[in-house]
Structure formats: structure tokens, C-alpha cells
């Protein structure tokens, strides 16, 4: 409605009212009928030009986002087709779960859960947090991480904190690669990488790990791989599932081809400090002094609290050679508005106060585990276990043609738990076929009985090689 009408008839109706004007009298001045006449009329011009939605809609149709129906978990999907039933003569042992908290045998330090208490109990961390996590977080995580950077100097600003270290990478991921674009992740690797980019159009190509050279890459196939749309290489290490941890000569070595390819790297080290005796892990960010390096960790592991969802990025970017990416990546900050700041408000706490002797004690337990499978496992035919240097896992090769009653690693497993009632992961979780995949974060008596199990189990199947061979190529044959 124009102002000078909508002013006009305001100003006539506060004069009329203003009158001794007994209220049963009807008094409609000509000039207010001509304000509502033109007020109706301008209502219904604006409704007749007004666009028109018409639905077409004649029932539900509720369809599932591309997104989500193209997003899958590896793991899941090969575990879910086993045909399962587990000997019920012995109890189950699942050596598949990556959790190291399931088994009661390995629990968070007190320090820890004393921190949490004194977070909650202070009532300073029931609101939301700056997106990226409390200042005093960042500065914690900051001092913590110092060996990431030569100079041993990270700004509170180059950190960001996540909800866990899956979220760390996929900001990470979605940071810097769209649809189109493709991404270099090794294999056997963690199949998370998968689920995070298929849904999106990113490409995920595998660069090989060599299991003769305690998992190193192929640096030639590696290399190999690289074009105008690859956006990233992804480093983990130590590595999930092979426990490798690589060295500081060889990780130079994959700088050297990012530097020569401009291409950043996405550092997965959570199990930066699960190293074992005899091993030491360097931060690749200590090294690629010209390549932009987005190093993501978290408290999951190392402090046993997988289930508190507490993760970051580091941002290693001294030339400012990211551009853009770095604003995008805080810009994913922003899509569940910080992590737990229950969790944020205990890190100072956590990080700073947890003894060097707890960390000992789990990296004691693991190495154990690890040294006590790898003696059993090294005994059996027609297995070859790999020794770890860190994390919490080993891989043992399957040499599956010496087990002809098995077509492959996922067959072996599936009737690994229904003899023996043993659950392992198949390598094919990992991309990586004729291998599984132990955890060694069970009790050592545990562990034992496990390997006394599969001993069992593969000197009942266990064929010699000419034999064996033959009836294997048959199997396939009636297979394919």
C-alpha cells in the first residue's frame, strides 16, 4: 500500500476516534471506503501477478540422496554377506574390532577421566565453542604436537578441532577435492577413505604397499597415478591394517614426488605414538618443508577413548600454498558447529597431565601381543604373518592355494568362525585379498588361544602345494 493513503486514512481515523462519538453510531467516511477500495485492489493485482505453483505430486515418492545411497562401508558390507554361525562349543574371540576398549583389559588413565570430571564439574563448557574448538584446546593440542614442526612452533590458529579423526579427515577430503577429482590412498588401507569420497564423486586410486618391504609404497606405481585432477595424497602412518611404520628416508621419498607434482599431502597419524621398540615415527610435516601438509590425529587411540570423539587438524602451510582450501576447510567447521566441549574443556588437562608411564604400559601390552602372534603365526603352513612396528594390528598373508576347501580369504574367515569360532577381518576389508587382519589389543590369554585356534584350523586344511594347487584352480573354475 502506498505510504501517502496508508498515512492518510491513519491520520482521518485518529481524528474521527478523537470525537465524542457515541460507539452505536455508524460513521463511515466516503474517503476511508476509498482507502479500502484501493487497499482490496493492490492486494489482488499483487496475488494475479504473483507466480503459481502447481503440484504435480499424486502420492510419495521419497527417494534417498545420491550422497547417501552411494555411500558405503566396506567393512560392513563384506562382514554382513559371511555366512556366520560361530562353533558353539567355544566361545567367540573377535579379533576384527578395532575398538581397544571392547576387551576391559585396556582403560583410559585416571588422569583422563579426572580431567572430564573437572570439565563437566566446572560448568564453563556447556555452550557451543568457536567452530574450529576453544581457544585454550588449540593452544594444548598445539604445544602437544610441537614435534610435528622443525622449528617446534604450531599457532593455536593452525589447528582445528573435529569430532574424532574420521571427521578430521573428511573435512580434510572435502577441503580439497570435489567430483571429478581423485585422491591417492594406499592399499590394503582403511576403507573409511572409500566412504568418505565414493558418495562425491571423487576417485579413490590405490597406491600399492609392498608387504616383502615391510609395507612401503611402490613408489613407481605410485607416481604413476598422479594427473591434472589428483588432488591429494593420503599418508598413514603408522598404518591401519598393517602396522607398518615408515621411515624417515622413505617418507622423503614421497614428499620428493609431491614436491615435483604440487600435490599436498592428508596426514592420517592417530597412531602417531603407537610405535614399538626398535621403531620411530616422524611427522611427515617435519620434512615437506615445500609441501602443505594437513597432518589429522585425535586422543581415539593413544588415550583409549575412542567412543569421546575428539580429533584435529594440524595445518602445515609455511608458503601459504593452499589457497582457498584453507578457507574452505574452516568453513566445514561449521557444519556441526565445533566438537564436544565437554571433551574441549578437559584437553589441556588430558594432554598435559597423563603420564609417559601410562602410554608405556598400553605400548607394552600391544608389542607383547604382537611378539607372542607373530612366534605362533610364524609356525603355521601356509601362513605368513608380518610383524608389526606399531598401531595395534598385524596382517598375515594366506597362502589361500595351499587351502583348496577355500575359494578366498573372505571363504577362510567365514569358516575360521564356524569351526573355530576365531573372527578375523579379510584383507578384502583393506583392498588387499589373501591376507587377515588381527587386532592386538586383546588380553594376552586371549591372543594365545586365538593362535592355538587358527593353528588348528589350517593343520585341517592345510594341503601340500602341487595337490593343493590343482584342486584350488578347479574350485575357481566351478566358481566362475
Known sequence: ???????????????????????SSTVVPSDVDAVDKSASQLQLLSQSLAPVAISRRTGWKVKGSALSLNTHNRIRNIVEALNIKPNPLKPMIPLSIGDPTI???????????????????????????????????RVAVAKYSAHQRIDGVINPNDVVLCSGCSSALEYCIL???????????????FCLYHTLTEGLGIEVRYYDLLPEQQWRADLEQLESLIDENTAALLINNPSNPCGSVFDKGHLLQLVDICERHYLPIIADE????????????????????EVPVLSCGGLTKRF????????????????????SALSGLKNMCGRILGSNTIIQGALPDILSKTPQSYFDGVIGVLYSNAKLAYKLLNKVPGLNPIMPSGAMYMMIGIRIECFPDFKDDTHFVQELVNKQSVFCLPGSCFEYSGYVR?????????????CIRITEFCETYYKKDTQAHIKHILLDDKNV
Request: hydrophobic share 40%.
Open 1 to 23: 500500500m502506498p505510504s501517502s493513503i496508508a498515512n492518510e486514512g491513519y491520520e482521518y481515523q485518529s481524528n474521527i476516534t478523537s470525537r465524542n462519538i457515541p460507539s
Open 103 to 137: 576387551f576391559g583389559n585396556l582403560k583410559a588413565a585416571d588422569e583422563t577421566m579426572k580431567a572430564v570430571l573437572r570439565a563437566v564439574e566446572s560448568g564453563k563448557f556447556n555452550g557451543y565453542a568457536h567452530t574450529q574448538g576453544h581457544e585454550a584446546s
Open 175 to 189: 577441503a580439497l577435492a570435489e567430483g571429478g577429482q581423485n585422491i591417492l590412498v594406499p592399499r590394503p588401507g
Open 270 to 289: 592417530i597412531y602417531e605414538h603407537f610405535v614399538f621398540p626398535g621403531s620411530r615415527h616422524v611427522a611427515v610435516s617435519s620434512l615437506a618443508r
Open 304 to 323: 583409549l577413548v575412542p567412543g569421546w570423539r575428539m580429533g584435529w587438524i594440524i595445518v602445515h602451510d609455511q608458503h601459504k600454498r593452499l589457497g
Open 438 to 450: 588381527i587386532v592386538l589389543t586383546v588380553p594376552a590369554t586371549m591372543i594365545e588361544e586365538a
